[in-house]
């Protein structure tokens, strides 16, 4: 049990976590619903009043889609990822709790978390939980919504 734990804890920081959450508080705005995935990395549902109900991570951070992406293709790159840093897991998902999780390969050699095939991302002008600031960008970017 403690080397499980312990691998648990390698991989939540490899997946850029500071810590496991089943529960996600984001603002009295927003209601989350925890969704946890394997291999350390946790997806949620939280409801927005202007999005609708839009997937976030373990802290609460709002996550992201980009247009460009393709399916099996990842066009957010360096020096993209410094404003667009991706959801990563240091491994494969190997049975998602939530439908439609997945995995691709990023050209860099990481292992990006995807939600029916898009690669999910964060956005560095998100300060807190709850913030939605990446939202519209360029017309490109947009909060990853839950279906």
Not at 25 to 50: I, K, L, M, Q, R
Not at 100 to 122: A, E, F, I, M, N
Request: glycine fraction near 12%; aromatic fraction near 6%; proline fraction near 7%.
């Amino acid at each position: 049990m403690r080397t499980f734990l312990l691998a648990l804890a390698v991989v939540a920081a490899a997946a850029g976590c500071s810590k496991s959450s089943t529960t996600t508080t984001a603002s009295p705005a927003e209601s989350a619903t925890p969704v946890p995935a394997a291999s350390g990395v946790a997806v949620h549902t939280a409801t927005n009043g202007t999005l609708g109900t839009i997937l976030v991570d373990a802290n609460g951070r709002t996550l992201y889609v980009f247009d460009k992406d393709k399916r099996g293709t990842i066009a957010c790159v360096d020096p993209c990822t410094g404003t667009w840093p991706p959801l990563t897991t240091a491994g494969p998902l190997a049975s998602p709790a939530m439908s439609g999780l997945g995995t691709v390969h990023r050209p860099d050699g990481g292992t990006q978390v995807t939600y029916k095939s898009r690669p999910l991302y964060r956005y560095s002008g998100d300060t807190k939980a709850g913030d939605t600031n990446g939202d519209g960008v360029g017309g490109i970017w947009h909060a990853a919504k839950a279906s």
